[in-house]
């Protein structure tokens, strides 16, 4: 189990959310994201595990990822994108 003081912890979660926004100017849907897709290398956070990962500009209804961290949308059953 990693601890982590309070300002790394925080430091970890901004690159997570850094890579998001890059995801999501490059139209990139992750759609199985959960804490076992976040990994470390030499101290930086990364988003691994691209399996169900798609590049869509439109809006996606596909029920897929990981049932346990499944988005609102996908349970619902309604449309989502990026």
């Known amino acids: ?3 982590f003081e309070l300002i790394e912890a925080a430091n970890k979660i901004h ?3 850094t890579a998001l926004t890059v995801m ?3 139209s990139i849907i992750h ?3 959960k804490p076992l897709n976040i990994v470390l290398s030499f101290g930086v956070a990364k988003i691994c595990d691209f ?3 798609v590049k869509c500009e439109e809006r996606r209804q ?3 990822g990981t049932l346990d961290y499944l988005s609102p949308e996908m349970i619902e059953g ?3 994108s990026n």
Request: hydrophobic share 35%; net charge neutral.
């Open 78 to 80: 309604s449309t989502y």
């Open 31 to 33: 759609r199985d994201l």
């Open 1 to 3: 189990v990693w601890m």
């Open 62 to 64: 596909t029920n897929c």
């Open 51 to 53: 399996s169900w990962a």
């Open 24 to 26: 999501q100017n490059y």
């Open 15 to 17: 690159q997570v959310c």
